[in-house]
């Protein structure tokens, strides 16, 4: 379906923008940041990457020009302006050789481990197709959206229950901007692997300043193998793990001994705890001299060590966060307490200061989507529809959904409990569940109250307060009253505090002790932290399942070789022999990934095996059809159809597909009540095709509601049945309907479809 050329040509712009992006990032870190070396260096580099480009991607979105040429050349002109602007830039010296210690080792091989599981995931995606709900319902139809329409400002209405058009965009955009350079959605499958690298070099990160990287690593990938995030995340385009990798990298660059806020926390005399000194250029985050007591942050003054600069790294944490909120409105609530650590740990009369670095970086990370809402509704949080008596502006729905009820709600039903949270933590963690979540909140406590320094302390405070803001997060138990079936799919609104809380338990070992009973200390912990990944996450399956060698495929191009690579350059391998390693390892996946690709459009929601169909409820024979249908515009009626409604964009994503309601006052977005104005509807949306479906029924799935939009049809002679599979018809539209032609059957409705209440 993708010849040979147009894939090379694919291949070529993806890596240009990638080169371009990752040069600009690099040569601003080491302009703006020259201390930073090593790994939290490199995090910051991804994290200002990734901001480059969803800038530039809005940029041109908000003008109507966001194509692919136009952002990769946007992307090179800024690469040539940086390279200009900043001369040869401060060349980043190679760090000291430093020995490859077991636990660095054992944690190469967790990061392989956790790697190859959701390459398991992903190879099953590969085999039918992108499965997951919310990845059909909005996540890639926001995607498919904004890059066939060039534009970042419309809002694209999925159904008539939810307001999700409102949610922030971040990840959508992402996956945008792979389907502007291939065409097609390939890239998706793949994108949030790119999130758990970042995630585990954010909790590296964490445990570098205290010798502790390799635990931190392993503690958090217990999170980052569970059950909820692997049959989620991977082979689809969820972006909780985007979100909860932006809040881990915020906390590692603030602990990271070279930003301004462990500058002052270390600086601060000999009241405060005894804190490492370390060989600069050490990059395994061993101490040096574990019982110096007065480090002095500033021992190689500098105009570059300056307020500014250190400004800069608190302002690349906030960006983090920025991007963080930008991704899901459900990060909120860490963000809100990482904003209050920032001016707490801020020394008194640069309060204000680090404030405003902080703040414009998040807003610029995050803002335009909620800037967006303020413009279309007047509140940029549209969910959000009162503050205490205060009633704000909000989109007002006709239909429902599942109740929103909070896990708070539940807080003393034993039976709930007993019947749905327990199986539901179960399910998410596996059978060692209670370790996981005990060990979560314990992270937090002894950071908390036992940290190395105010940093970690408070920190520790951010992981316990978004543990406690799940519990009072609306949806977290969605369900009818008494029976919250969403709990156990919502766990992870949980995952960034959950995961926070893990890679802050190993910090709480003192280095003050014996050598000898330190190193026994940490390969214990080591050796438990291995245990629960395998027995709770059950990452063994990698060995067991079918795809098992896809799984091992994915581990050894995304860890291993890369990783074999970079400590071949911390022995001393030269700089242009790595670099030659990784294009030709660049080159080996863009080869395997042409076939790959061959494969799985041809496999793409084809639907053949009963077992694995896709998405169901009726569509299979629906999704079936489009799969040969291009550039058609096709209507869409009946919730079923709106909240699965990716499969219909075709396989080339050519098609437009479109949910037919009626707008209202603020964002509102509800189901035609008439068939009249269905007709009507109809004809100004200019349809070639019209599905309509049932009301899905969030409480019970098996049993869908009426919905009355095929009835509206019947004796219209502009439709034709072209493929129907029980209450899912595709019709073909050959003309014009006639709204005065509706019949007493097709009577206005009395009652708008709803939830049944239990």
């Not at 940290?451 to 520790?460: K, P, T």
């Amino acid at each position: 379906m993708v010849s040979a050329g147009s894939y090379v040509l694919s291949v070529v712009l993806l890596a240009l923008l990638v080169v371009s992006l990752g040069f600009s990032a690099v040569r601003l870190r080491r302009r703006l940041l020259p201390e930073w070396e090593g790994a939290p260096a490199h995090l910051v580099e991804a994290i200002t990457g990734v901001a480059l480009l969803i800038w530039l991607s809005e940029l041109l979105g908000v003008v109507g020009l966001f194509y692919a040429g136009a952002l990769v050349g946007a992307s090179g002109a800024l690469a040539a302006a940086i390279a200009l602007a900043s001369g040869r830039g401060g060349r980043q010296g190679q760090a000291a050789p430093a020995s490859l210690s077991g636990t660095i080792l054992i944690a190469i091989g967790v990061v392989a481990l956790v790697f190859a599981h959701w390459g398991l995931t992903a190879a099953d995606a590969l085999g039918r197709g992108i499965f997951n709900f919310d990845s059909l319902w909005y996540h890639m139809p926001f995607a498919t959206e904004m890059a066939t329409s060039h534009s970042v400002t419309g809002i694209h209405y999925t159904e008539t229950v939810f307001t999700n058009w409102f949610y922030p965009q971040n990840s959508e955009l992402l996956h945008s901007v792979g389907i502007l350079l291939t065409e097609r959605d390939t890239l998706s499958l793949f994108l949030n692997f790119g999130w758990l690298a970042i995630a585990f070099l954010a909790a590296w990160c964490i445990g570098r300043p205290y010798g502790q990287g390799p635990l931190c690593v392993v503690a958090a990938a217990i999170v980052l193998s569970s059950h909820t995030l692997v049959v989620r995340e991977p082979g689809a385009a969820k972006n909780d793990v985007m979100a909860a990798a932006l809040l881990l990298a915020t906390i590692a660059i603030l602990v990271s001994r070279e930003t301004y806020l462990a500058r002052v926390a270390w600086g601060r005399g000999a009241g405060q705890a005894r804190r490492p000194v370390f060989r600069r250029g050490s990059d395994l985050g061993r101490p040096h001299n574990a019982e110096a007591k007065n480090p002095a942050p500033d021992r190689h003054p500098s105009p570059t060590t300056g307020p500014a600069s250190q400004m800069l790294s608190l302002a690349v944490a906030g960006l983090a966060t920025g991007l963080a909120v930008g991704t899901k409105s459900t990060a909120l609530a860490m963000a809100a307490a990482l904003t209050v650590a920032v001016i707490a740990l801020a020394p008194a009369g640069g309060r204000w200061v680090a404030a405003g670095w902080w703040t414009l970086a998040a807003l610029a990370g995050g803002g335009y989507w909620y800037l967006r809402n303020l413009i279309v509704v007047g509140n940029p949080l549209p969910q959000l529809e009162s503050l205490g008596p205060t009633s704000l502006p909000h989109p007002e729905r006709l239909q429902s959904g599942r109740p929103d009820f909070s896990i708070a709600h539940y807080a003393t039903d034993t039976g709930v409990w007993r019947d749905y949270f327990g199986p539901g933590l179960h399910d998410a963690f596996g059978a060692l569940w209670p370790l996981v979540v005990a060990g979560a909140v314990a992270g937090a406590l002894l950071a908390l109250f036992r940290g190395r320094d105010r940093i970690v302390r408070w920190m520790g405070g951010v992981a316990l307060f978004g543990m406690v803001a799940y519990l009072f997060t609306p949806l977290s138990a969605a369900g009818a009253e008494g029976a919250p079936t969403g709990f156990e799919i919502n766990i992870r609104y949980a995952v960034p505090a959950l995961l926070a809380g893990l890679a802050l338990l190993p910090l709480a070992f003192p280095l003050s002790r014996p050598k000898s009973v330190r190193v026994g200390w940490e390969w214990g912990l080591l050796a438990a932290l291995a245990a629960v990944l395998v027995l709770t996450d059950r990452s063994d399956a990698v060995l067991r399942d079918p795809d098992r060698l896809a799984g091992l495929l994915v581990a050894l191009l995304a860890v291993v070789l890369p990783a074999g690579l970079l400590l071949a350059r911390r022995r001393g391998a030269g700089r242009g022999a790595v670099l030659a390693g990784f294009a030709v390892l660049a080159l080996a996946v863009a080869a395997i990934g042409y076939p790959v690709q061959r494969d799985y459009l041809d496999d793409r929601f084809r639907n053949d095996d009963p077992d694995r169909a896709i998405p169901g409820m009726g569509l299979d024979s629906a999704y079936r059809w489009a799969r040969g249908v291009e550039d058609a515009r096709i209507g869409l009626a009946g919730t079923t159809a709106g909240f699965l409604q990716y499969g219909f964009y075709g396989t080339d994503l050519s098609n437009r597909a479109r949910y037919l309601g009626a707008k209202g006052p603020h964002g509102a977005f509800n189901a035609i009540p008439s068939c009249g104005e269905f007709r009507t509807a109809v004809n100004a949306a200019g349809l070639d095709y019209l599905v309509t479906a049932p009301f899905l029924n969030f409480i019970h799935p098996e049993n869908p509601i009426r919905s009355p939009e095929a009835g509206w049809l019947r004796g219209e002679p502009a439709v034709e049945a072209v493929d129907r599979d029980g209450q899912v018809t595709v019709w073909r539209v050959r003309g014009l309907l006639d709204p005065s032609a509706c019949s007493l059957a097709n009577a206005p409705l009395r009652r708008i479809p709803q939830q049944p209440p239990s």
